[in-house]
């Protein structure tokens, strides 16, 4: 992983971390950009280490990288601030480095696997499929838009205007649906006029 990252441009790898304790100590000195973490290691609980360092150091943006897909895990995970979630064996090369990039550049990237896993899981909630109703024309098509998997960049670019739009109408989605994440919003259930159409 180190000799793959190391050979990307533009990606310098200051410090690896066997522990939880290390990492979230050598993330204090190094200040990174972006911390691929492991949620099982020596002491048990990249979890804990995910959250103290999304704490102390909010520039860090992590990335789990996990053997389990299970949606618990992955809640955990972005609850605990982690900003992408990959599965080993799910990803190649070309994987790691474009979600390398996403979160470097802010967006939030899972496995699609476990996006499929968490949309299966939530498809019909209650919660969120009356909560559809309130958007806007506009809300809903970026939502449908996220629910395929376009990044913000891709929608502006395909809708016509700035990515700082796109973000500013996703925050509005997030509160009208209640939700804390863009994996969350992919989620979602679909509106019945979506449904109708597939």
């Known amino acids: 992983m180190r000799n793959f990252v190391e050979a990307l441009p533009g990606f310098e790898v200051v410090a690896e971390a066997a522990s939880g304790r290390e990492a979230v100590a050598s993330a204090q000195t190094e200040r990174p950009d972006l911390v691929l973490m492991d949620l099982r290691m020596r002491d048990g609980d990249g979890l804990v280490a995910t959250r103290d360092i999304a704490a102390g150091i909010p520039e860090a943006r992590t990335i789990i990288v996990s053997w389990s897909d299970e949606p618990d895990h992955v809640r955990d995970a972005i609850a605990a601030g982690a900003r992408g979630y990959l599965v080993h064996g799910q990803f190649g090369a070309t994987e790691l480095e474009q979600a390398l990039r996403s979160v470097a550049q802010g967006e939030t990237l899972v496995s699609p696997t476990v996006a499929a896993h968490l949309m299966a899981e939530h498809a019909g909630r209650s919660r969120t499929t009356g909560g559809v109703s309130r958007l806007t024309p506009r809300e809903l098509e970026i939502l449908s838009l996220v629910r395929r998997g376009r990044r913000n960049r891709e929608i ?17 989605i997030y509160s009208k649906l209640d939700l804390g994440s863009r994996i969350e919003a992919m989620a979602t259930a679909p509106p019945r006029s979506e449904d109708s159409r597939t």
Request: aromatic content about 0%; overall charge negative; glycine content about 6%.
């Open 156 to 172: 502006a670019a395909e809708l016509g205007v700035e990515e700082k739009t796109i973000k500013n109408h996703l925050n509005s």
